[in-house]
């Protein structure tokens, strides 16, 4: 359906959230079309020269990278590269039953210079003084929102949960040096957890353990459910009918959309409607997950990093025939020759090595949203999955999506590797000065306890 958004339209899309990369609008006006959806609007970093006659979309080297998939290669715009990406790259790795492919859509300048006007004062601080709306591009991202139901009965209600999983295995990868043998035993949440308070990002360190949500263990799930509700950030977000009740706007200390007073109500006004108690609706979402398996295939498509950056990173070099950093500034001979073994694979293995990498990566980064409303009368005639819940006696059926699918820049793998650098590094350090330099200031989370059951 073609459509162009102009300034007017502004105003019926509201601030819902943000990332790294984009502003998620959600749609509140009258067209039937647009109901139930929300947009995904590009962002630049500010200070950045912004794209010219349309937003940038694959480099010379991406379109070797991606050389099979003709469509993403071809792509006109950035938007609909993404559109492709998740078509006919992530819908075949994680299945299409959990992907929404997304449609986009064309926006005048106007458009986004008045969304940028309209949200200034519901965005993060930090997110405002890092980028700004990319206000040259000339299309935007059009999803469902998978926080609702569409269609569902005025007086029926809709909880959501959206989380970002992060990496769900341990790497074993040859090609981590001893140096970093850490890796293998500490997840990378954990690790970069001490980075992030260091650096000002958090406030606490998280207790999650990702290794417990991709366990397929009831109590394990149930387990790490329950640390994102204690400690969210941004990888734990609650919506009561669409709107944001617990958790981050996207992240960072000041984002936190229901903070200390408030969250008491907020989980209260859940209480109110679903008749659900915290623990009971904390445990209806470890048993969407553990019932539905919808976990598995994102395993196994983040287990495509068989390398692990530190073997990927070589693999990189030979794409774009430049001399390997990494290795020029290496002085043990042991691994020099170890690594010369990677820079002696032929062009199509390390396209593969690169592309396996990038589609992990992805599936490292995104969130899961699952949706619940309860049934009336029994069972679930919808065609959507049911959970029966002992503890209050409740049939619920639910959804499951995988959101914020983006396609990672093959242009970012030095800064990839620089990252996980820098946080075992720091882990390390943080190690060696005592055990850790952040007990006193975890132990806030520790004492923030789940005290909503009256």
């Not at 970069?192 to 290794?211: A, D, M």
């Not at 990189?316 to 290795?327: G, K, L, R």
């Not at 992805?362 to 309860?374: E, G, N, Y």
Request: glycine share 6%; charged share 25%.
């Amino acid at each position: 359906m073609a459509m162009l958004l102009r300034a007017e339209d502004a105003k019926d899309w509201i601030y819902k959230g943000e990332g790294a990369a984009n502003i998620v609008l959600s749609y509140r006006g009258s067209s039937l079309f647009l109901l139930g959806k929300v947009l995904r609007i590009q962002k630049v970093p500010k200070g950045s020269t912004k794209s010219v006659n349309g937003c940038a979309v694959l480099s010379r080297h991406e379109k070797l990278l991606w050389g099979d998939v003709e469509e993403l290669v071809e792509s006109k715009s950035k938007d609909i590269a993404q559109q492709n990406y998740i078509k006919h790259v992530m819908s075949h790795m994680l299945g299409p039953k959990y992907i929404d492919e997304g449609t986009y859509v064309t926006v005048s300048r106007e458009f986004l210079e008045s969304v940028e006007k309209n949200v200034h004062d519901q965005r993060p601080a930090w997110r405002i003084n890092a980028a700004e709306v990319d206000t040259s591009c000339d299309s935007a991202f059009l999803i469902s929102d998978h926080s609702v139901f569409t269609g569902t009965p005025r007086g029926d209600f809709c909880v959501a949960v959206e989380i970002k999983p992060k990496c769900g295995f341990l790497p074993s990868s040859e090609f981590i040096t001893k140096a970093n043998a850490i890796k293998k035993s500490v997840t990378r949440f954990r690790m970069h957890q001490f980075l992030k308070l260091h650096q000002g990002e958090i406030s606490n360190i998280s207790e999650y353990n990702p290794l417990d949500l991709f366990s397929g263990s009831k109590d394990r799930i149930y387990q790490a459910i329950t640390t994102l509700f204690a400690t969210p950030q941004n990888n734990f977000r609650i919506f009561l009918n669409g709107s944001l009740i617990f958790g981050g706007l996207g992240g960072g200390m000041d984002s936190a959309a229901v903070r200390s007073h408030e969250e008491n109500t907020a989980i209260k006004d859940l209480i109110k409607v679903s008749g659900l108690q915290l623990p009971g609706f904390l445990e209806l979402v470890a048993e969407a997950i553990f019932s539905s398996g919808v976990l598995d295939k994102l395993l196994a498509t983040q287990k495509l990093d068989v390398l692990d950056i530190e073997g990927a990173i070589h693999a990189y070099y030979n794409i774009i025939s430049q001399p390997c950093m990494v290795c020029k500034n290496l002085g043990d001979p042991e691994l020099l020759d170890q690594y010369s073994l990677l820079h002696s694979f032929p062009l199509d293995k390390s396209l593969k090595i690169l592309r396996d990498y990038l589609i992990a990566a992805t599936a490292k980064d995104c969130s899961l949203m699952i949706s619940f409303r309860p049934v009336q009368g029994g069972s679930a005639a919808s065609g959507y999955n049911s959970i029966f819940l002992e503890s209050s006696n409740q049939n619920f059926e639910y959804k499951a999506y995988f959101i914020d699918l983006d396609m990672k820049p093959l242009e970012k793998m030095v800064h990839y590797y620089e990252l996980d650098q820098k946080i075992v590094i720091f882990y390390m350090k943080s190690k060696d000065l005592g055990g850790s330099l952040c007990d006193s200031i975890t132990q806030g989370t520790k004492d923030r306890k789940i005290q909503y059951h009256q």
